[in-house]
């Protein structure tokens, strides 16, 4: 890179200053980190897993394609969004307050690494999704965000549903 400018601006015939710098080396570190970066993106966006970012009062500020298409909804219709109304019911069909959790949740995630709740796809269908949540703090030590990445455990926590049943029907005394 080659920067050349006046001795005198008001009399070029007194020469230049010529500065050069060898670009090289920016460049081998500008493409690795650009090839760095579609790694990570290719890892995110295929990974088997719901991958969600979400501030301190519950809105989505990042989910990858996986979430995108395991919820049913698109980039641009989560971002920006609550969770609440969105991926998450007020309430869930047992009756747990999910807006007093995604407080909870908010305030203490260490209290929250591992969660396991139940959640809503856009058609409306609940489905359950065991959450490992990381908080990430600023410099001041405030929490700027979580990073939530969750797995369906809907089959797992069905079956044990049934199993629980058949035991209680068994054991349950004759009327």
């Known amino acids: 890179h080659l920067q050349s400018r006046p001795v005198d601006p ?13 670009m090289t080396e920016y460049h081998r570190i500008r493409d690795l980190l650009r090839r760095s970066e579609l790694r990570y993106q290719d890892l995110i966006d295929n990974a088997h897993s719901i991958i969600l970012r979400v501030d ?16 049913g909804y698109s980039a641009d219709e989560m971002v ?12 869930s069909r047992t009756g747990r307050d999910l807006a007093a959790m995604v407080k909870e949740v908010m305030q203490k995630p260490e209290d929250f690494e591992v969660n396991v709740n139940e959640n809503m ?23 700027n965000e979580v990073l939530c990445i969750g797995n369906d455990v809907t089959d797992r926590v069905l079956a044990e549903r049934v199993i629980y049943e058949q035991r209680f029907k068994m054991v ?3 009327r």
Do not use: C, M
């Open 121 to 143: 796809k856009k058609s409306g269908e609940r489905v359950w999704i065991a959450w490992t949540n990381k908080a990430i703090y600023d410099d001041a030590g405030q929490i």
């Open 10 to 22: 008001e009399d070029p015939s007194q020469g230049h200053i010529v500065a050069g710098q060898d």
């Open 56 to 71: 301190p009062q519950g809105i989505v500020r990042f989910i990858n394609r996986f979430g995108e298409t395991f919820f």
């Open 172 to 174: 349950r005394p004759a």
């Open 80 to 91: 920006g969004k609550n969770l609440l109304g969105t991926i998450l019911p007020e309430r």
